[in-house]
């Protein structure tokens, strides 16, 4: 079945960068598109970014610009999300989630990943 | 582009719950909808406005039209208390609602 694993914990210093791994099974990757959406403690969900189907284009949050880069490994079936230049609103957990074909919305979700910023 | 939901709301067991999301010509957008319970990932619950997908009860249904998208859950459980989140697009981003907290009293 289609399966999104997520990389560990992460605990970072202000400043820092976080580089999280969603490694996809059960389907072509690159076949569909991946996002990123987050959620700091007691908010809302967060849209980030995606990285789209067939080719390496990405869109993201204008919020985000200039910190975050989604990227993949077809190869490893991995899909990738960094964000720099850490402050503390950033500490969140952090979901890939595939998307879907004509509007099909987030069909799958990884576990998450729980970044925590902190001097 | 924004998408409103009203933060909380409560319902009895058994009864019907409808939750709504607005935003301007909000019927003229695919919406979706997700389940998020504590501890969890979010569950995609409706997607195209009114489709289910595999797993999802059938008490599950949803509508779109005008201003309004709205969640209908009839016959409520318990295991339905959650956070419900609207999600639409605008031009190529996702938006998602405020989320609206549902508890089964």
């Known amino acids: 079945q289609v399966q999104l694993v997520q990389s560990g914990a992460e605990v970072k210093k202000p400043g820092a960068s976080v580089k999280i791994s969603c490694k996809a099974s059960?389907?072509?990757?690159?076949?569909?598109?991946m996002h990123w959406v987050r959620q700091a403690p007691g908010q809302r969900l967060e849209w980030m970014g995606w990285i789209k189907a067939g080719n390496d284009n990405t869109n993201y949050l204008q919020k985000f610009q200039g910190r975050i880069s989604i990227t993949r490994d077809t190869s490893a079936s991995t899909v990738y999300m960094e964000l720099s230049n850490l402050r503390s609103e950033d500490t969140a957990i952090y979901y890939c989630?595939?998307?879907?074909?004509?509007?099909?919305?987030?069909?799958?979700w990884g576990q998450g990943t729980t970044v925590t910023v902190s001097s | 582009y924004e998408v409103i939901q009203t933060p909380s709301m409560s319902v009895s067991p058994g009864q019907t719950a409808s939750i709504t999301c607005s935003g301007d010509k909000l019927g003229n957008k695919y919406v979706c909808w997700y389940q998020v319970k504590p501890g969890q990932s979010p569950v995609l619950v409706i997607y195209q406005d009114s489709r289910r997908p595999s797993g999802i009860p059938e008490r599950f249904s949803g509508s779109n039209s005008g201003n309004t998208a709205t969640l209908t859950i009839s016959g409520t459980q318990a295991m339905d208390e959650a956070d419900y989140y609207c999600q639409t697009w605008d031009i190529s981003t996702v938006v998602f609602g405020g989320g609206t907290k549902l508890a089964v009293l």
């Open positions: 989630a595939k998307g879907g074909i004509s509007w099909e919305g987030l069909g799958v």
């Open positions: 059960g389907y072509t990757l690159i076949s569909y598109g």
